[in-house]
């Protein structure tokens, strides 16, 4: 009674639900970065916008820098061509599951989101679809199949006509050895001046002139190669052919007999691969033949290309390094204008996009405004910084743009599809991603849309075999005439380059970042080029263990003498760890002049200043000298017994679960005599849902499982998980002293004084420590984060920030507070006594651990002077929780991540205002927003003509098509947890949507929902039961509380 008394005792009240909302609100907003392995490309040369599919079923439109629209198939089913109805923002997918989906864009409650309003399919195995064609006049998609006819799907309606055009009908004035089996539809083109007449290309080369008012064939074109691709001459009189031998053929259309020119080989005389695509394209400056592929198969079979040649002094190939999917050409030409003149090639390949200019006789790139390859070599870290000064931003602008002066277009981006209505951001924002190739690249990350800024090479400083410079080979004799293009590079020279850790100390201009094997650069920040020599120190931190045998890799090799450096940073210092393994831990204070980092063997305090090392500390365990540190693999030996009772406990908390949902008189027996609290309080305090979906805390007792300490042997335990740099009250009250912590893998906390010199004497007297406390966990747990806060609960802030007015200088009376953040639990402290003040044990009440931890500012949207610190904390589950300071008090849970995207997890960077940023693929970042003032969300629009859909279908009930959010870009990881179900609730849905369902019962329950239950309901799922009927889809769509049914009727 006296428990049940104080955890209603320890409810939030009215006044303190109301200002959580204010405060605290989870939001997926945008992503950055190119779509994950892309599929399909269009263009809508009306509106200039361009749309791109993906293999898992993302579909995403981009117009000028700020205009993105998403959308996603629910099906997750790939996406295989993409097709645009010019001028009305609407795309057409073709999905490899043999269905087409109608794509709009439209205002839904003053936003502009991308839905999928229709979808048909064609089933059967001879109407599998192998390619499509849209008519000028987007009334009718062609529809070819692999069985060989041509089907006729009505846009406006998206539903089949009676039309078909027979294969049968068209091979009746066919030779004789076509007649047998063409093969499938392969390609289809319109004629350029009578939309009446289409060209088909069937799958063994034969091509016939189909004329669709007489349904006849006009010609009969035979090929004797595959056939890959047609494409018409602008005029209409001829047109062009590409076949999978390489060759290409003009052929005129009133002499079908034989072709005007080739086949020509431009690769050959040796077999060469197949043209996937060729374009024709006319201009002033001569004529434009593009194609992909077509190279020799025996030397240059894996090289993935775009040729261009323009008349008969152009040529150029392209050479990418990853597949080209598909490319079209830019033109500002009405359809009166005599000439196509291209003005811009747009490539896309699989790891990135490239646009060139074709009025520039060099045809040089474009710079990207987005869509940029955030994994041109692999990202290994992540760090963001706030509210750059303008004097560092402008620094960082001019040696980003001194260094993109390589051959770049001057020209405008080309597609400027689309309306901006976001506001020009307040501050700048900085995105620092460290790379497998040893680079640091600056993102400017202060809108919503990711621009690359600068990028910082590491490796020019090394020497070694696989880092020496090679001269550029000339290659102007060279056939075919290739051009390296893109940014794409994944293969790194060495992999002891990679960045590990990175920190910038934006007032004083000091960039540090630490590499794989052991390297930590000191930097500063100019913009003059400069020549000078770099120094290093060497630290052994396991000096003291005579017996320690280091058996990775070595360490790199510094170049001797003076390194010439571009305007940028400039490495001034480099300490070398020994043994040289990966940093893991990295911390600067630039006030003081010290970088503190850490690796599997222990950490070292470096002092830049005077160039030398201040302390070392080797946490290895005396019984583990096999020098394997964190290289080795996890420790697997587990004794019989410790397996027999974890099985046990599985088993335990199952059976707790189950009694939970149906209490008994048994509850009390097998919960110790203790009866228990709802059903999810049974692993976790009790959640309060809110009205936006998210979960607040009310901190009841819940009953904890038993954490079972770690070994003290394990071989991982050494490793240094987080170092701090704060002046605090280590040693009374009444002073503050400058201190520097870290904590390991095992649970050790050590807590060291620094001493530091008079200003005037900082040069010449040394910086000195010793060791003033030293904390060991009970568990063992690693910790991930340590922090102080003042008797305001503000975490303390670096002085530097103070000096340049970037932020408040926080009160340093009063009791001071260390936060400890283990992988299991948070603790807070009091300082200098180090008293336990409170805890809160995430892995006894939720099964969880902690892998990110961020201590964020959330401001009030309503009140921008309240401001609360708080905990923010990911687990390995993939949900976040935000913790009050310093009473642990949960504020608000939500799935952010799934738990099975190690990836994403491990990812994971905050921003000091409550946003986030994590890897959603290897190339893209998601940004979320924790805060509820703070949310950058796209605000953009289509101007579309008024009469553009005067002929489109009417949609019945918009309401309950599903909607993709521009302004809030939510592409939801898991829809249970992203609607704020809890664990009870989602189960029973499940349940009871998973028996047996009948189209009958379906329409019952829609005769029975009436408006209450549209209003009642703030988070829905959108659910469409299809029913298959020959050749369609019906499609009856509602809104229910109810997991995803598909119901098939034969």
Known sequence: MLKFIRGKGHQPSAERLKLQKELFAFTKTTQHGFPHRPSALAWDPELKIMAIGTRNGTVKIYGRPGVEFYGQHENDCSVTQLFSLPNQGRFISLCDDNSLHLWEVNVRDGKSVLEEVKSCSLEGRLKKISTCFLQSSAEHLLIGTEGGNIYLLNVNSFKMTDTIIYQDVVMQNVPDDYRVNPGAVEAIAEHPTNPNKILIGYNRGLLVLWDNESLNADHTYVGTQQLESVCWHRKGDHFMSSHNDGSYITWTVDDPSKPKEGPITPYGPFPCKAINKLLYRTAKGGDFIIFGGGMPRANLGDRHTVTVQQGDNKHVVFDFTSRVVDFFTISDADEEYELDDPHSLVVLVEEEMVVLDLHDENFPPYRAPYLCSLHSSAITCAQHFSNIPNALWSKLVAVGEEQGKEPCSSREWPITGGLVNNDEPKAHDLLL?????????????????????????????????????????????????????????????DPRLAVRKVTLCVASETLVVAGTAGQVLVMKLSTEESQTEVESTVTNIVSDRDGFVWKGHERLVLKQGAIKFAPGF?????????????????????????????????????????????????????????????????????????????????????????????????????????????????????EHRSVDGTETAIDTKPIERQIEARSADDTLGSMVRCLYFAKTQIVSVAHCTATVWAGTNSGAIYVYIVILPAADKRKSTAVTTRLAKEIQLKHRAPVVAIAVVNSACHFLTDSPEVQNNRTKQPETGGCHRVVICSEEQFKVFTLPSLKPYGKFKLTAHEGARVRKIGFLEYQSRSDANYVEHCITCLTNQGDIGIFSIPDLRRQLICRCIKKEDITGISSLVYTCKGEGFYLHSSSEFQRFSLSASHVSCLKCSLELPASSRSGGMILENHDSIPKIDVENEVIEENDDLGNGKDEEESNTDANASSGDITVDSVKDHLSTLNEETHVRITEHTEEKVEVKREETIMTIETTILASEVSVSED
């Open 433 to 493: 991603t460290g790379h497998e190739d040893g680079t640091v690249r600056f993102w400017d990350a202060s809108g919503v849309s990711l621009k690359a800024l600068y990028k910082l090479s590491t490796s020019l400083l090394f020497t070694g075999e696989d880092l020496n410079e090679q001269s550029p080979i000339d290659d102007s004799e060279e056939w075919p005439p290739f051009r390296k293009v893109g940014f794409f590079d994944p293969f790194s020279d």
């Open 570 to 686: 400039r490495t001034d210092v480099v300490m070398q760890f020994h043994p040289p393994a990966a940093i893991t831990a990295l911390a600067l204070h630039s006030e003081w002049g010290l970088v503190a980092a850490g690796t599997a063997h222990g950490f070292s305090f470096f002092d830049y200043v005077q160039n030398k090392t201040v302390a070392s500390k080797c946490t290895l365990n005396p019984n583990d000298l096999t020098g394997a540190g964190g290289d080795a693999a996890m420790s697997r030996r587990k004794s019989f017994k410790k397996s027999l009772r974890e099985s046990f406990r599985r088993l335990r908390r199952g059976r707790s679960r189950r009694m939970d949902k149906s209490p008994s008189r048994g509850d009390s027996r097998e919960t110790g005599g203790k009866s228990p609290i709802e059903t999810r309080s049974a692993s976790s305090p009790v």
